[in-house]
Nanobody, 126 residues
Framework: VQLQASGGGLVQPGGSLRLSCAAS????????MGWFRQAPGKEREFVAA????????RYADSVKGRFTISRDNAKNTAHLQINSLNADDTAVYYC????????????????????WGQGTQVTVSS
C-alpha cells in the first residue's frame, strides 16, 4: 500500500489548510486512516483518524473543534481540514493506514498502523 499525503504549506496564524491522503496499491475491503504529526524535537503524536467503513472518527483533544477528518471511500482517500491554525500546529503531518477497522481506543496509537506516507509540512507563521 502506498500513501500519498498532500496539502501542506505555509499559513498565517488563524488560517486553514486541507490535507489529503490517498491510498493506492494493494486494496482491502476497508481501512482506518489516521493523521499524526511530529514537530521538531518532539515525538510523533496522534491528530485524528477515521474508519472508511462506517465513518467513526477520533480526535486528539488538542485539535477538537478545529480539525475535521473526512473520507472519500470511492477514492480510498481521507482529508483533514485544519482551521484556526496556531504556531503549535507547525509540524510534519503524516498519514497512516490500517487494513481493517480499528476500535476507537486503538486509533491513536502509532503501532496500530502498518502503512505510512511520506509526510507533508505544515508551517504556521506570520
Amino acid at each position: 500500500v502506498q500513501l500519498q499525503a498532500s496539502g501542506g504549506g505555509l499559513v498565517q496564524p488563524g488560517g486553514s489548510l486541507r490535507l489529503s491522503c490517498a491510498a493506492s496499491g494493494r486494496t482491502f475491503s476497508t481501512y482506518t486512516m489516521g493523521w499524526f504529526r511530529q514537530a521538531p524535537g518532539k515525538e510523533r503524536e496522534f491528530v485524528a483518524a477515521v474508519r472508511l467503513s462506517g465513518g467513526a472518527t477520533r480526535y486528539a483533544d488538542s485539535v477538537k473543534g478545529r480539525f475535521t477528518i473526512s473520507r472519500d471511500n470511492a477514492k480510498n482517500t481521507a482529508h483533514l481540514q485544519i482551521n484556526s491554525l496556531n504556531a503549535d500546529d507547525t509540524a510534519v503531518y503524516y498519514c497512516a493506514t490500517h487494513s481493517g477497522n480499528l476500535i476507537t481506543g486503538a486509533m491513536g496509537r502509532t503501532t496500530s498502523y502498518e502503512y505510512w506516507g511520506q509526510g507533508t509540512q505544515v508551517t504556521v507563521s506570520s
